[in-house]
């Protein structure tokens, strides 16, 4: 009879992690604009926008 051991792998520890930090940047966003009007929220979205747009790479 032959033993097979497998060997586990270690686990990565990630220093980013993208889920949590969506999460908080979407609850600070709801944050802002739970109280302003549709024409607020419009401008807030504008004045907010990125400098620079990420394109992702597939």
Do not use: C, G, H, W
């Amino acid at each position: 009879m032959t033993l097979i051991i497998l060997k586990t792998k270690e686990i990565n520890t990630k220093d980013f992690d993208a889920v949590k930090n969506m999460r908080q940047v979407r609850d600070k966003i709801s944050d802002d604009i739970a109280d302003l009007s549709k024409e607020q929220i419009i401008e807030y979205f504008k004045k907010n926008q990125p400098k620079e747009r990420i394109l992702p790479s597939a």
